[in-house]
Each structure stands twice: as structure tokens, then as C-alpha cells.
């Protein structure tokens, strides 16, 4: 079975400040892992995927197998950050699927 | 992405009412999802194809049924409806499953009274 934490359910931090959203999984195998991010009412924008190793509007996140995460990260907030992002993970064998964990808001005070 | 459109974006019905929620796209992708979004759970899938005329359970099927006729669309239909569904549903569909991210509609936000 595929499973993605998220164990914050908000984040809020000041403009300017880094941020760091949590992501943890389990799976057996060799998953790939992406970062959605949701603006308020609108559609589930792919962010980041584990095996571009890109940055995208400032945000990065490694893939630590060892510690089963895929921390999404920011150095410096800005207030347009400010969204629901999901941390979701495709399993090999899974035909396309997505688990996705349960959310973090973030909030990023001016 | 103007390729996946989902229809109704609003829709209001009463319980033990069935509605059918849209969802048609463009890009002649094999795969096809819905998941509904609720506080607390994230995204669950509710049901997924592969291709035209396969589909298999998700998550949470209960209370849905789906058809893929065609490619492009992906009706997913709730026969009778609850309160338990109120939900926002996404429509969400990728080229293969290999390394291809999937892409989202802009959801149908259903309330059932």
C-alpha cells in the first residue's frame, strides 16, 4: 500500500521568511513523488516532480529515500505563494494513479 | 490547460437526485481520473481509466459510476444522491503512466441539499 503525509494541515509565515511543507511517504518500491499547488478556487497546477530536479518559482524538493520525504522548499516567501500545495506519489505498478496526502494551506503574511 | 474542461463548475442538487458530472479533454490521453476533494483527506481517487471502455474503482467508488465510451470523455455519475457527496470533484487525466505528470480540470463544486 502507497500512503503521503502531510502532517501540517496550515503553515503560516512572513514574507521573506523560508519555508519548508512536509512530505512524507510510504511504498515499497521506487515511487515518484510530485508537489501540486492549488491557488484559491482554482485547478491543481503541477509544481515539482522528483525527477525533473527543478525550481519553479523559487520552490525545490529532494527526493531522501532514505527518510522516505519530499520536503518542498522556499528561501524567501513571497505573499503570492500563498495556496493549498499537495505532496502526491505514483507508485510504479499503479496505472497512472495518484495518492495524494491531506493538504497543507500555507499563508504567507505581507 | 485549456485541453480538460469539467461541467457543471456549480451545481446544486437534492439528495436521492442523479447527476452526472462532465469531464471531456483534448489531448487524447489514455488516462483518466476522478477524485473528490474534502478537508481533511486531501484528493481521493474515486474511479480511473486506462483506456476507452476500461475503468476500475478507486478509493472511494461507492455511491459512482463511470463510463468511457471515448477517449476524451469520462462522465462520472452519482446514481443517488447524498449529502455525504458534497464534495469538489476533479477530473484529472496523462499521456502514460510512466513519467508523465497529470493534469487537473477546474472541478465541479457540487453541493447536495
Known amino acids: 500500500a502507497q500512503r503521503v503525509t502531510q502532517p501540517e494541515k496550515l503553515l503560516s509565515v512572513f514574507k521573506g521568511a523560508p519555508v519548508e511543507l512536509k512530505c512524507n511517504y510510504s511504498y515499497s518500491g521506487s515511487p515518484e513523488l510530485f508537489w501540486y499547488v492549488q491557488y484559491s478556487r482554482q485547478r491543481l497546477q503541477l509544481l515539482l516532480r522528483h525527477i525533473s530536479r527543478e525550481s519553479i518559482k523559487g520552490f525545490t524538493a529532494d527526493l531522501n529515500k532514505g527518510e522516505t520525504s519530499f520536503h518542498l522548499k522556499k528561501p524567501f516567501a513571497q505573499e503570492e505563494d500563498s495556496a493549498m500545495y499537495y505532496c502526491?506519489?505514483?507508485?510504479?505498478?499503479?496505472?497512472?494513479?495518484?495518492?495524494f496526502g491531506q493538504g497543507t494551506i500555507l499563508t504567507v503574511h505581507p | 490547460d485549456a485541453g480538460i474542461t469539467q461541467s457543471p463548475r456549480y451545481k446544486i442538487t437534492e439528495t436521492g437526485r442523479q447527476v452526472t458530472l462532465m469531464c471531456h479533454q483534448t489531448?487524447?490521453?489514455?488516462?483518466m481520473f476522478w477524485y473528490r476533494q474534502d478537508l481533511g483527506h486531501g484528493l481521493r481517487l474515486i474511479y480511473y481509466s486506462a483506456a476507452a471502455d476500461i475503468t476500475d474503482k478507486g478509493e472511494v467508488p461507492d455511491g459512482y459510476v463511470v463510463s468511457r465510451s471515448k477517449t476524451e470523455n469520462f462522465p462520472l455519475t452519482l446514481e443517488s444522491a447524498t449529502r455525504s457527496q458534497t464534495s469538489v470533484y476533479f477530473c484529472a487525466s496523462s499521456d502514460t503512466y510512466s513519467n508523465q505528470p497529470q493534469h487537473f480540470g477546474d472541478g465541479t463544486r457540487l453541493s447536495i441539499l
Open positions: 489531448w487524447s490521453h489514455s488516462y
Open positions: 502526491a506519489l505514483r507508485g510504479g505498478t499503479s496505472y497512472g494513479k495518484l495518492t
